[in-house]
Protein backbone atom coordinates (compact mmCIF):
# COMPACT_ATOMS: atom_id res chain seq x y z
CA UNK A 1 0.00 0.00 0.00
CA UNK A 2 1.18 3.68 -1.18
CA UNK A 3 0.53 6.34 0.93
CA UNK A 4 1.13 9.90 -0.06
CA UNK A 5 0.06 13.18 2.50
CA UNK A 6 -1.30 16.22 0.42
CA UNK A 7 -1.39 19.49 2.15
CA UNK A 8 -4.80 21.46 2.17
CA UNK A 9 -4.84 25.38 3.76
CA UNK A 10 -7.94 26.23 4.95
CA UNK A 11 -10.53 28.54 3.52
CA UNK A 12 -11.10 30.58 6.82
CA UNK A 13 -9.75 29.89 10.89
CA UNK A 14 -10.22 26.92 12.29
CA UNK A 15 -13.37 26.60 14.83
CA UNK A 16 -12.62 27.12 18.51
CA UNK A 17 -14.03 23.87 19.14
CA UNK A 18 -11.58 21.67 16.99
CA UNK A 19 -8.65 24.18 18.73
CA UNK A 20 -9.72 22.96 22.05
CA UNK A 21 -9.35 18.98 20.60
CA UNK A 22 -6.22 20.08 19.57
CA UNK A 23 -4.37 20.95 22.74
CA UNK A 24 -6.48 18.00 24.28
CA UNK A 25 -4.86 16.01 21.61
CA UNK A 26 -1.40 17.09 22.51
CA UNK A 27 -2.19 16.62 26.30
CA UNK A 28 -2.63 13.50 25.67
CA UNK A 29 -0.08 12.51 23.26
CA UNK A 30 2.26 13.88 26.38
CA UNK A 31 0.73 12.16 29.01
CA UNK A 32 0.69 8.53 26.76
CA UNK A 33 4.48 9.39 26.35
CA UNK A 34 5.02 9.73 30.11
CA UNK A 35 3.28 6.65 30.82
CA UNK A 36 4.89 4.93 28.21
CA UNK A 37 8.32 5.99 29.43
CA UNK A 38 8.00 4.79 33.00
CA UNK A 39 6.12 1.10 32.05
CA UNK A 40 8.94 1.31 29.10
CA UNK A 41 6.29 0.13 26.45
CA UNK A 42 6.27 1.63 22.64
CA UNK A 43 3.37 0.07 20.99
CA UNK A 44 -0.16 1.55 20.34
CA UNK A 45 -2.12 -1.46 21.56
CA UNK A 46 0.15 -1.59 25.62
CA UNK A 47 -0.27 1.93 25.71
CA UNK A 48 -3.76 1.37 25.20
CA UNK A 49 -3.91 -0.81 28.11
CA UNK A 50 -1.97 1.07 29.80
CA UNK A 51 -3.44 4.49 30.13
CA UNK A 52 -6.54 4.32 28.79
CA UNK A 53 -8.40 4.46 31.60
CA UNK A 54 -6.88 7.59 33.23
CA UNK A 55 -6.53 9.39 30.16
CA UNK A 56 -10.35 8.24 30.04
CA UNK A 57 -11.02 9.96 33.20
CA UNK A 58 -8.80 13.07 32.42
CA UNK A 59 -10.82 13.75 29.13
CA UNK A 60 -14.34 12.39 29.92
CA UNK A 61 -15.78 13.49 26.76
CA UNK A 62 -12.95 12.87 24.13
CA UNK A 63 -14.32 10.99 21.16
CA UNK A 64 -12.78 7.36 22.00
CA UNK A 65 -11.10 6.99 18.44
CA UNK A 66 -9.15 10.20 18.87
CA UNK A 67 -8.01 8.63 22.24
CA UNK A 68 -6.36 5.92 20.84
CA UNK A 69 -5.05 7.76 17.46
CA UNK A 70 -3.19 9.62 20.31
CA UNK A 71 -1.69 6.53 21.68
CA UNK A 72 -0.44 5.68 17.81
CA UNK A 73 1.11 9.17 18.11
CA UNK A 74 2.78 8.84 21.63
CA UNK A 75 3.84 5.19 20.19
CA UNK A 76 5.62 6.81 17.38
CA UNK A 77 7.64 9.14 19.06
CA UNK A 78 8.35 6.34 21.84
CA UNK A 79 10.14 4.20 19.03
CA UNK A 80 12.07 7.25 17.74
CA UNK A 81 13.23 8.10 21.21
CA UNK A 82 14.45 4.10 22.36
CA UNK A 83 16.18 4.18 18.71
CA UNK A 84 18.29 7.60 19.90
CA UNK A 85 18.85 5.93 22.59
CA UNK A 86 19.96 2.67 21.77
CA UNK A 87 22.52 4.93 19.10
CA UNK A 88 23.69 6.51 22.48
CA UNK A 89 22.23 9.53 21.52
CA UNK A 90 22.03 11.90 24.33
CA UNK A 91 18.39 13.18 24.90
CA UNK A 92 15.99 14.74 26.52
CA UNK A 93 12.25 13.29 27.40
CA UNK A 94 10.67 13.62 24.63
CA UNK A 95 7.26 15.73 24.13
CA UNK A 96 5.37 17.12 22.15
CA UNK A 97 5.65 20.80 21.11
CA UNK A 98 3.73 21.56 17.81
CA UNK A 99 0.19 21.92 18.74
CA UNK A 100 -1.80 19.03 16.25
CA UNK A 101 -4.15 15.69 16.02
CA UNK A 102 -4.21 12.84 13.87
CA UNK A 103 -7.47 11.13 13.25
CA UNK A 104 -8.24 7.92 11.77
CA UNK A 105 -9.67 7.25 8.37
CA UNK A 106 -13.07 6.18 10.17
CA UNK A 107 -12.61 9.21 12.59
CA UNK A 108 -13.31 11.69 10.36
CA UNK A 109 -15.33 12.47 6.77
CA UNK A 110 -13.76 14.46 3.59
CA UNK A 111 -16.47 15.44 0.93
CA UNK A 112 -14.41 14.87 -1.66
CA UNK A 113 -16.48 17.56 -4.12
CA UNK A 114 -17.11 19.93 -1.56
CA UNK A 115 -13.94 19.70 0.28
CA UNK A 116 -15.89 20.18 3.23
CA UNK A 117 -14.01 17.85 6.23
CA UNK A 118 -16.47 17.08 8.67
CA UNK A 119 -14.57 16.07 12.32
CA UNK A 120 -15.79 14.85 15.29
CA UNK A 121 -14.69 16.45 18.40
CA UNK A 122 -17.12 14.46 21.38
CA UNK A 123 -20.09 12.52 21.61
CA UNK A 124 -22.63 15.21 19.92
CA UNK A 125 -20.54 17.64 18.92
CA UNK A 126 -19.03 18.15 15.39
CA UNK A 127 -17.48 20.61 13.75
CA UNK A 128 -16.89 21.48 9.89
CA UNK A 129 -14.63 23.49 8.00
CA UNK A 130 -13.85 24.07 4.16
CA UNK A 131 -10.38 23.07 2.50
CA UNK A 132 -8.39 25.23 0.04
CA UNK A 133 -8.95 22.93 -3.08
CA UNK A 134 -6.65 23.75 -6.30
CA UNK A 135 -6.14 21.91 -9.39
CA UNK A 136 -3.51 20.24 -7.68
CA UNK A 137 -5.77 18.85 -5.06
CA UNK A 138 -8.31 17.72 -7.91
CA UNK A 139 -5.91 15.89 -9.08
CA UNK A 140 -5.79 13.76 -5.87
CA UNK A 141 -9.49 14.66 -4.79
CA UNK A 142 -11.23 12.91 -8.13
CA UNK A 143 -9.27 9.74 -8.35
CA UNK A 144 -11.33 6.88 -7.67
CA UNK A 145 -8.85 4.65 -7.23
CA UNK A 146 -7.28 6.34 -3.93
CA UNK A 147 -8.64 5.73 -1.15
CA UNK A 148 -8.29 7.88 2.25
CA UNK A 149 -6.10 7.35 5.08
CA UNK A 150 -5.41 9.63 8.24
CA UNK A 151 -6.09 13.74 8.81
CA UNK A 152 -3.44 15.32 10.56
CA UNK A 153 -4.77 18.24 11.82
CA UNK A 154 -2.35 21.31 12.17
CA UNK A 155 -3.84 25.48 13.40
CA UNK A 156 -3.49 26.54 9.77
CA UNK A 157 -3.78 23.44 7.87
CA UNK A 158 -4.22 20.14 7.25
CA UNK A 159 -2.59 16.60 5.94
CA UNK A 160 -5.00 14.42 3.98
CA UNK A 161 -2.99 10.80 3.29
CA UNK A 162 -4.07 9.44 0.14
CA UNK A 163 -3.67 5.06 -0.27
CA UNK A 164 -3.66 3.19 -3.31
CA UNK A 165 -2.41 -0.44 -4.11
CA UNK A 166 0.63 -0.54 -5.77
CA UNK A 167 0.61 -0.56 -9.53
CA UNK A 168 1.96 -3.69 -11.58
CA UNK A 169 5.66 -2.09 -12.90
CA UNK A 170 5.79 -2.14 -16.47
CA UNK A 171 8.01 -4.37 -18.34
CA UNK A 172 10.72 -1.96 -19.44
CA UNK A 173 11.42 -1.50 -23.02
CA UNK A 174 14.79 0.46 -22.76
CA UNK A 175 16.87 2.02 -19.90
CA UNK A 176 17.87 5.02 -18.33
CA UNK A 177 21.28 5.11 -16.24
CA UNK A 178 21.80 7.84 -14.47
CA UNK A 179 25.17 8.65 -12.72
CA UNK A 180 24.28 10.93 -9.38
CA UNK A 181 26.80 14.00 -9.11
CA UNK A 182 26.80 16.77 -7.20
CA UNK A 183 24.87 19.17 -10.10
CA UNK A 184 23.75 17.11 -12.72
CA UNK A 185 22.16 13.51 -13.42
CA UNK A 186 24.34 12.28 -15.76
CA UNK A 187 23.57 9.12 -17.94
CA UNK A 188 22.84 7.62 -20.99
CA UNK A 189 19.47 6.21 -22.76
CA UNK A 190 19.64 2.91 -23.98
CA UNK A 191 16.19 1.80 -26.39
CA UNK A 192 16.77 -0.66 -29.14
CA UNK A 193 19.60 0.06 -30.67
CA UNK A 194 20.40 3.50 -29.98
CA UNK A 195 22.60 4.46 -27.27
CA UNK A 196 22.60 8.43 -26.37
CA UNK A 197 24.09 10.37 -23.63
CA UNK A 198 21.61 12.44 -21.24
CA UNK A 199 21.70 15.04 -19.03
CA UNK A 200 19.31 16.77 -16.43
CA UNK A 201 21.29 19.71 -14.54
CA UNK A 202 20.55 21.17 -11.26
CA UNK A 203 23.39 23.35 -10.56
CA UNK A 204 21.16 25.80 -8.38
CA UNK A 205 21.17 23.06 -5.67
CA UNK A 206 25.14 23.45 -5.13
CA UNK A 207 24.95 26.72 -5.16
CA UNK A 208 21.86 27.05 -2.47
CA UNK A 209 24.12 24.84 -0.37
CA UNK A 210 26.79 26.38 -0.11
CA UNK A 211 25.31 30.04 0.78
CA UNK A 212 23.35 28.38 3.53
CA UNK A 213 26.31 26.92 4.79
CA UNK A 214 28.46 30.51 4.61
CA UNK A 215 25.36 32.01 6.39
CA UNK A 216 25.07 29.37 9.24
CA UNK A 217 29.27 30.07 9.91
CA UNK A 218 28.48 33.26 10.04
CA UNK A 219 25.37 33.15 12.57
CA UNK A 220 27.85 30.98 14.53
CA UNK A 221 30.60 33.50 14.87
CA UNK A 222 28.06 36.55 15.43
CA UNK A 223 26.23 34.99 18.27
CA UNK A 224 28.78 32.62 19.42
CA UNK A 225 28.04 34.17 22.92
CA UNK A 226 24.38 33.18 22.65
CA UNK A 227 24.23 29.53 22.03
CA UNK A 228 20.19 28.96 22.19
CA UNK A 229 20.00 31.88 19.56
CA UNK A 230 22.46 30.65 17.47
CA UNK A 231 21.04 27.31 17.63
CA UNK A 232 18.02 28.56 16.72
CA UNK A 233 18.68 30.32 13.65
CA UNK A 234 20.80 27.97 12.29
CA UNK A 235 17.65 25.81 12.54
CA UNK A 236 15.41 28.23 10.69
CA UNK A 237 18.50 28.39 7.66
CA UNK A 238 18.41 24.18 8.19
CA UNK A 239 14.73 24.17 7.22
CA UNK A 240 14.56 27.02 4.27
CA UNK A 241 17.78 25.40 2.52
CA UNK A 242 16.07 22.18 2.95
CA UNK A 243 12.31 23.81 1.55
CA UNK A 244 14.21 25.71 -1.35
CA UNK A 245 16.32 22.19 -2.04
CA UNK A 246 13.61 20.04 -2.29
CA UNK A 247 11.43 22.12 -4.62
CA UNK A 248 14.21 21.55 -7.39
CA UNK A 249 14.65 18.26 -6.65
CA UNK A 250 11.16 17.59 -7.58
CA UNK A 251 11.48 19.17 -10.75
CA UNK A 252 14.02 17.22 -11.64
CA UNK A 253 12.40 14.11 -10.70
CA UNK A 254 9.25 14.30 -12.49
CA UNK A 255 10.99 15.44 -15.57
CA UNK A 256 13.01 12.64 -15.20
CA UNK A 257 10.17 10.29 -14.44
CA UNK A 258 8.36 11.61 -17.39
CA UNK A 259 11.03 10.81 -20.07
CA UNK A 260 10.92 7.40 -18.66
CA UNK A 261 7.62 6.96 -18.55
CA UNK A 262 7.04 8.24 -22.24
CA UNK A 263 9.65 5.55 -23.48
CA UNK A 264 8.60 2.54 -20.73
CA UNK A 265 12.00 2.87 -19.30
CA UNK A 266 13.90 0.96 -16.38
CA UNK A 267 15.94 3.60 -14.56
CA UNK A 268 19.53 2.19 -12.76
CA UNK A 269 20.89 4.48 -10.26
CA UNK A 270 23.76 3.95 -7.99
CA UNK A 271 23.06 3.18 -4.48
CA UNK A 272 24.10 5.84 -2.31
CA UNK A 273 23.47 3.97 0.89
CA UNK A 274 27.22 3.14 1.93
CA UNK A 275 28.55 6.14 1.11
CA UNK A 276 30.02 9.01 3.38
CA UNK A 277 32.47 11.58 3.60
CA UNK A 278 35.60 11.02 5.48
CA UNK A 279 35.79 12.79 8.86
CA UNK A 280 37.32 16.40 9.10
CA UNK A 281 38.74 18.40 6.38
CA UNK A 282 37.09 16.64 3.73
CA UNK A 283 33.65 17.65 5.06
CA UNK A 284 34.07 20.62 5.65
CA UNK A 285 35.03 20.97 1.78
CA UNK A 286 32.64 18.74 0.04
CA UNK A 287 29.03 19.60 0.11
CA UNK A 288 26.97 17.01 2.11
CA UNK A 289 25.42 14.29 0.00
CA UNK A 290 21.65 14.70 1.84
CA UNK A 291 20.36 16.16 -1.88
CA UNK A 292 21.89 12.91 -4.09
CA UNK A 293 20.17 10.77 -1.54
CA UNK A 294 17.14 12.93 -1.07
CA UNK A 295 16.92 13.12 -5.14
CA UNK A 296 17.16 8.94 -5.03
CA UNK A 297 14.66 9.35 -2.53
CA UNK A 298 11.83 11.47 -4.33
CA UNK A 299 12.45 9.23 -7.71
CA UNK A 300 11.88 5.89 -6.35
CA UNK A 301 8.78 6.93 -4.69
CA UNK A 302 7.22 8.44 -7.22
CA UNK A 303 8.21 5.54 -9.86
CA UNK A 304 6.73 3.26 -7.21
CA UNK A 305 3.60 5.39 -7.42
CA UNK A 306 3.57 5.61 -11.14
CA UNK A 307 5.08 1.97 -11.30
CA UNK A 308 8.24 2.56 -13.16
CA UNK A 309 10.73 -0.04 -12.45
CA UNK A 310 13.84 1.18 -10.82
CA UNK A 311 17.44 -0.68 -9.67
CA UNK A 312 19.94 0.05 -7.50
CA UNK A 313 23.13 -0.93 -8.38
CA UNK A 314 26.42 -0.79 -6.10
CA UNK A 315 28.71 1.93 -7.70
CA UNK A 316 31.73 0.70 -6.37
CA UNK A 317 34.48 1.74 -8.90
CA UNK A 318 31.73 2.60 -11.28
CA UNK A 319 33.62 5.78 -12.03
CA UNK A 320 37.19 3.80 -12.58
CA UNK A 321 36.33 1.42 -14.78
CA UNK A 322 36.71 0.98 -18.36
CA UNK A 323 33.48 -0.52 -19.96
CA UNK A 324 35.19 -1.84 -22.71
CA UNK A 325 38.43 -3.95 -21.45
CA UNK A 326 37.76 -3.56 -17.70
CA UNK A 327 40.94 -2.60 -16.55
CA UNK A 328 40.63 -0.46 -13.23
CA UNK A 329 42.53 3.09 -13.47
CA UNK A 330 43.70 3.95 -9.94
CA UNK A 331 43.56 7.81 -10.24
CA UNK A 332 41.10 10.27 -10.19
CA UNK A 333 40.15 11.06 -13.43
CA UNK A 334 39.96 15.00 -15.01
CA UNK A 335 36.99 15.98 -17.31
CA UNK A 336 37.06 12.76 -19.21
CA UNK A 337 37.55 8.99 -18.29
CA UNK A 338 40.86 7.76 -20.36
CA UNK A 339 41.82 4.26 -20.61
CA UNK A 340 45.12 2.83 -22.37
CA UNK A 341 42.53 1.00 -24.82
CA UNK A 342 41.94 4.24 -26.35
CA UNK A 343 38.24 4.04 -24.82
CA UNK A 344 37.43 7.85 -23.91
CA UNK A 345 34.60 9.15 -22.46
CA UNK A 346 32.97 11.92 -20.58
CA UNK A 347 33.71 10.53 -16.56
CA UNK A 348 30.03 11.01 -15.27
CA UNK A 349 28.64 8.94 -18.19
CA UNK A 350 31.19 6.81 -18.35
CA UNK A 351 30.27 5.94 -15.05
CA UNK A 352 26.70 5.48 -15.91
CA UNK A 353 27.46 2.94 -18.59
CA UNK A 354 29.43 0.69 -15.66
CA UNK A 355 26.23 1.12 -13.52
CA UNK A 356 24.19 -0.04 -16.69
CA UNK A 357 26.37 -3.27 -17.10
CA UNK A 358 26.15 -3.93 -13.76
CA UNK A 359 22.77 -4.28 -14.12
CA UNK A 360 22.55 -6.07 -16.52
CA UNK A 361 25.53 -9.11 -15.69
CA UNK A 362 22.92 -9.10 -12.69
CA UNK A 363 20.07 -9.74 -14.76
CA UNK A 364 17.94 -6.85 -13.52
CA UNK A 365 18.10 -4.78 -16.35
CA UNK A 366 15.03 -6.75 -17.87
CA UNK A 367 16.99 -8.56 -20.82
CA UNK A 368 18.14 -5.22 -22.29
CA UNK A 369 21.70 -5.87 -23.96
CA UNK A 370 24.04 -2.79 -24.92
CA UNK A 371 26.69 -2.78 -26.66
CA UNK A 372 29.15 0.35 -25.92
CA UNK A 373 30.27 0.56 -29.22
CA UNK A 374 26.85 1.60 -30.34
CA UNK A 375 27.08 4.71 -28.07
CA UNK A 376 26.88 7.87 -30.06
CA UNK A 377 29.06 10.38 -28.78
CA UNK A 378 27.87 13.63 -30.59
CA UNK A 379 24.21 13.23 -29.35
CA UNK A 380 23.11 14.77 -26.18
CA UNK A 381 19.58 14.61 -24.60
CA UNK A 382 18.38 16.97 -22.20
CA UNK A 383 16.06 15.71 -19.51
CA UNK A 384 15.84 18.96 -17.25
CA UNK A 385 17.27 22.39 -18.13
CA UNK A 386 16.81 24.49 -15.05
CA UNK A 387 16.28 27.67 -16.85
CA UNK A 388 13.37 26.47 -18.85
CA UNK A 389 12.51 24.63 -16.29
CA UNK A 390 11.99 28.01 -13.94
CA UNK A 391 9.57 29.17 -16.94
CA UNK A 392 7.02 25.26 -17.09
CA UNK A 393 3.90 25.36 -14.89
CA UNK A 394 4.29 25.74 -11.75
CA UNK A 395 2.69 22.05 -11.03
CA UNK A 396 6.22 21.14 -12.60
CA UNK A 397 4.80 18.45 -15.03
CA UNK A 398 6.32 19.84 -17.86
CA UNK A 399 9.98 19.97 -17.17
CA UNK A 400 11.03 17.92 -20.36
CA UNK A 401 12.66 19.90 -22.50
CA UNK A 402 13.78 19.93 -26.35
CA UNK A 403 15.15 16.38 -27.69
CA UNK A 404 17.61 16.97 -30.06
ZN1 LIG B 1 39.90 0.14 -21.63
Partial sequence: ML?????????????????????????????????????RVTSRNALCRLAYKDLRQEHPRMYAKHLVSAFEVAGGVLKNHRRRV???????????????????NQAYKLDRKSGIIDLPIRAGCHVEFKLVVSLYHRKYLDDVSLSLGSLTVLPDRVIVAFRKDAPRQYTPESVLSLDTNERSLDGLFVGGDVAKAVKAEFPEV????????????????????DRRTSRNLCRREGTREHHRIDH????????????????????????????????????????????????????????????????????RNSSR??????????????IEFKCECGWHLDRHINASINLLQTAISNGRAGGLRFNPGAFQHDVMMILYDPVKGARSES???????GVT
Fill in 3 to 39: VKGVVFYLESDLPSEAKFLLEDFRLTVNNAIRAGLQA
Fill in 86 to 104: RKGVLCRIPYVKRLMMKAE
Fill in 206 to 225: AIIQQRHHDRRKRLQKKKAH
Fill in 248 to 315: RLHEVANAVLGFAEDRRSAIVLEDLTGIRPRKGRELNRRLSIWPRRRLHQIIEYKAQWKGIPVVKVDP
Fill in 321 to 334: TCPICGRIQDSRMG
Fill in 395 to 401: NGTSGIC
